[in-house]
């Protein structure tokens, strides 16, 4: 499922910076630049990847609160847990044999775009200091990991009668009249499924990242792990 026209371009950056943004940089010379920080399975991340990561962090977030070691600390175990999962994800991607095509990815691009003039298209990325190709590759991955999500929770998901009727109360209230006359237009039927399906999986979501963690062998280099903490 291609979710990309629900999100307009900015969010893409945003998901670029909030995956990959630390704050603060810390020095190279903790360590050596290939050593590893994270392990899942065979997929590993450096110390150099995550320096690299860390690159975007300027226009993520306020100068003065990055000046806060404790707001600084508790971003970095937030960005920590976000790779993870997102390594996790990769990992389970292979296993169910889930490829995003180039094709997929420019109609993503392509519907992001139909919102933006060529020139404000391309000065986003200029105004927040991404480089298209490193956007395009996190597009790439976001999709990767929507797949995934769509295929182990969202397709499913049973949608009961009762979960229409629900639906139809909170956002319609009580009227009959105007329930029966939904039921017959295909399309609103199409959107109202979609949007249960999609809320009961962000709900099912925590549970299910929880019990695919246990299928994978997690490593992180706890040493260096603290000196990053502590930079």
């Excluded at 991340?45 to 977030?61: C, R, V």
């Excluded at 996190?138 to 229409?164: H, N």
Aim: glycine share 2%; hydrophobic share 40%.
């Amino acid at each position: 499922m291609n979710r990309a026209k629900q999100y307009p371009l900015i969010f893409w950056v945003g998901v670029l910076i909030s995956l990959f943004a630390a704050f603060g940089c810390p020095d190279n010379k903790l360590e050596k630049e290939n050593e590893y920080l994270i392990r899942v399975d065979d997929q590993v991340m450096t110390f150099l990847d995550f320096t690299k990561a860390m690159e975007f962090s300027s226009t993520a977030y306020p100068h003065n609160e990055i000046q806060n070691k404790e707001v600084l600390k508790t971003i970095r175990l937030r960005l920590m847990n976000q790779l993870i999962e997102e390594m996790i994800l990769v990992r389970k991607a292979r296993d169910l044999n889930i490829v995003v095509s180039e094709a997929e990815i420019q109609a993503a691009v392509d519907e992001i775009k139909k919102d933006y003039p060529d020139d404000q298209f391309r000065e986003t990325f200029l105004e927040n200091a991404v480089p298209y190709e490193t956007w395009k590759n996190r597009l790439k991955m976001r999709l990767l990991m929507e797949k995934v999500i769509s295929a182990e929770l969202e397709d499913k998901i049973e949608i009961t009668r009762d979960d229409i009727a629900g639906y139809h109360k909170d956002h319609y209230g009580d009227d009959k009249l105007e329930m029966e006359t939904m039921n017959d237009t295909p399309d609103i039927n199409e959107v109202i499924v979609r949007s249960i399906r999609r809320k009961k999986a962000e709900e099912a979501y925590k549970s299910w990242i929880n019990d695919v963690r246990n299928e994978y062998k997690i490593e992180i280099n706890k040493k260096l792990w603290e000196k990053i903490l502590e930079s």
